[in-house]
């Protein structure tokens, strides 16, 4: 393909968790479609997210990762700051960095009867609070020029079925649309995506905590899980990804404010569509 021809060429976009799962797979493909991509993950993720760089620039695209925790507001600001003086601009941002539940929760992860407040909060601080520093920060930079921003919501944006991460991601879901209202005359676009059961390590964390130790109750938690999907598989990053290039490409020129779910069928059957 010429770079005429590429979705994204000479876009600049800022993806955060995109060290690993669906920010990977959506750095990699808006790489490969002709944006320069700014990378932002937790310290602790560095050697995860340089690879995705390398593996980036070995295919003849450009990034750089930014070392950067979601809900710290000067990180955060650094982290756009280096895509507008690095690359020239911000274009694109896609909201990715999430968690499913505290690290040192032990028990299942939608019980709220037995969480503890700091576990409460620290779900909320990076699913809600990270993305308004995230999309705040980076819209701010857009105003005169327009631009794209997704959010990773979820299927539990509107499923009371996972405790604190349904109320972290019906935040983010609402976040969403008062964005998409607040900066549409600016020309910034605003979207969530609401996948359902994704293969990443959130899922992972949420197998080992809901089926405990047991690897046959871990494999017996992603079976039943399968088993919901009308579609009866998982997702996978890259169909994720394909969303949010659709969403910031051109080709989602008039969407704001709306969530899309590639979940393989669950929202429509058990999530009031
Ligand atoms: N996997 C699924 O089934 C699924 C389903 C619906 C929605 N989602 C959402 O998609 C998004 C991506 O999840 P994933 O499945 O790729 O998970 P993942 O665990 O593979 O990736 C999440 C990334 O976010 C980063 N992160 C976490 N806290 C951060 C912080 N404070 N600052 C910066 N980075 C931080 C992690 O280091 C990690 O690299 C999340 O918002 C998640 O809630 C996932």
Not at 150 to 168: C, M
Request: net charge negative; charged share 20%.
């Amino acid at each position: 393909m010429t770079s005429e021809t590429l979705r994204l060429s000479g876009r600049r976009a800022l993806v955060t968790g995109g060290a690993s799962g669906i920010g990977a797979a959506t750095a990699t493909l808006f790489a490969a479609e002709g944006a320069a991509v700014v990378i932002a993950d937790l310290p602790s993720h560095c050697d995860a997210a340089e690879s995705v760089v390398a593996s980036i620039e070995k295919d003849g695209g450009v990034a750089r990762f930014v070392p950067t925790d979601v809900t710290d507001a000067t990180a955060v600001e650094l982290a756009v700051a280096t895509c507008v003086d690095t690359f020239g601009g911000i274009d694109a941002v896609v909201a990715s960095a999430g968690v499913s539940a505290h690290p040192g929760r032990t028990g299942s992860f939608n019980s709220l009867l037995d969480l503890e407040p700091e576990h409460f909060a620290f779900v909320l601080d990076v699913n809600v609070t990270g993305v308004f520093l995230t999309a705040r920060a980076a819209a701010r930079r857009m105003l005169d020029t327009g631009g794209s921003i997704v959010v990773l919501a979820s299927i539990a944006a509107k499923r009371p079925t996972a405790g604190v991460y349904s109320v972290s991601k019906a935040g983010a879901w609402m976040l969403t649309r008062c964005l998409a209202h607040e900066l549409a005359p600016h020309r910034i676009r605003v979207n969530a995506i609401g996948p359902g059961y994704v293969e990443t390590e959130l899922l992972d964390g949420m197998a080992r905590r809901s089926g405990g130790p047991d690897a046959d109750a871990q494999a017996r938690w992603r079976t039943t899980r399968e088993q919901q999907v009308p579609l009866q598989r998982l997702g996978q990053p890259l169909e994720i990804a394909r969303t949010a290039l659709f969403l910031v490409s051109d080709e989602g020129s008039y969407f704001t404010g709306s969530l899309l779910h590639p979940d393989g069928g669950v929202a429509s059957a058990f999530a009031g569509g």
